[in-house]
């Protein structure tokens, strides 16, 4: 049951990082965060946006693993909304290596860095491009229909795999039409 206080009254007193703030996911993420009580440190690849909150900002790639290792050892984060993506959705064939590069590098590096760092929650959302079942009935695996799709269903996979093998406590999340 909800209480009164929502999605962030547990949160008072966490460190929470949000990657990939300056997105559509991160900038309205960082507007209910507001007031939780929450130390938030929001992160992306560019620049603060304008709006951004001051002094709680810190530009990083985290495709690279040396960024993400630094970005957790100087926070502490408690909790990640790992919301990094490049979100390319054509089929072209550039694509697949800049849905790599965007969107499981970092989403790899932050599970290393969460394994490493002993966070208490890793959210990471996934999304309704995936293929649902990933294998049919006869375990033929079902093939995703973008580079984007591709890197979302092995991004979800990671997530699973860390939190089975390593014991990274993840949640992964299936988003379906968040845009309105």
Same mark, same amino acid.
């Given at each position: 049951?909800?209480? =009164?206080?929502?999605?962030?009254? =547990?949160?008072?007193g966490q460190r929470v990082l949000v990657a990939g703030a300056s997105g559509f996911y991160g900038r309205n993420l960082l507007v209910r965060l507001a007031g939780s /009580?929450?130390?938030?440190?929001?992160?992306? @690849? /560019?620049?603060?946006?304008? =709006?951004?909150?001051? =002094?709680?900002?810190?530009?990083? #790639?985290?495709? #690279?693993?040396?960024?993400?290792?630094?970005? %957790?050892?100087? %926070?502490?984060?408690?909790?990640? %909304?790992?919301?990094?993506?490049?979100?390319?959705?054509?089929?072209? @064939?550039?694509?697949?290596?800049?849905?790599?590069?965007? #969107?499981?590098?970092?989403? &790899?590096?932050?599970?290393?860095?969460?394994?490493?760092?002993? +966070?208490?929650?890793?959210?990471?959302?996934?999304?309704?491009?995936?293929?649902?079942? +990933?294998? #049919?009935?006869? /375990?033929? &695996?079902?093939?995703?229909?973008?580079? *984007?799709?591709?890197?979302? &269903?092995?991004?979800?996979? *990671? /997530? @699973?795999?860390?939190?089975?093998? *390593?014991?990274?406590? +993840?949640?992964?999340? @299936?988003?379906?039409?968040?845009?309105?």
């Amino acid at each position: 049951a909800r209480t =009164g206080g929502g999605m962030s009254a =547990g949160l008072a007193g966490q460190r929470v990082l949000v990657a990939g703030a300056s997105g559509f996911y991160g900038r309205n993420l960082l507007v209910r965060l507001a007031g939780s /009580g929450a130390e938030v440190l929001a992160t992306s @690849r /560019g620049p603060a946006p304008p =709006g951004a909150p001051a =002094g709680a900002w810190h530009q990083a #790639d985290l495709a #690279d693993p040396a960024q993400t290792a630094a970005l %957790f050892a100087a %926070f502490r984060p408690q909790i990640v %909304f790992h919301l990094t993506s490049a979100s390319l959705g054509g089929l072209e @064939r550039a694509n697949v290596r800049a849905s790599v590069a965007a #969107d499981l590098l970092p989403t &790899l590096n932050v599970l290393e860095a969460a394994a490493e760092a002993g +966070v208490a929650r890793v959210i990471l959302p996934c999304s309704m491009e995936e293929p649902f079942p +990933v294998a #049919d009935a006869a /375990g033929e &695996l079902a093939v995703p229909e973008t580079p *984007y799709a591709m890197s979302k &269903l092995v991004t979800g996979l *990671y /997530g @699973r795999f860390f939190a089975a093998r *390593y014991g990274v406590p +993840v949640a992964v999340l @299936r988003c379906f039409l968040t845009y309105g």
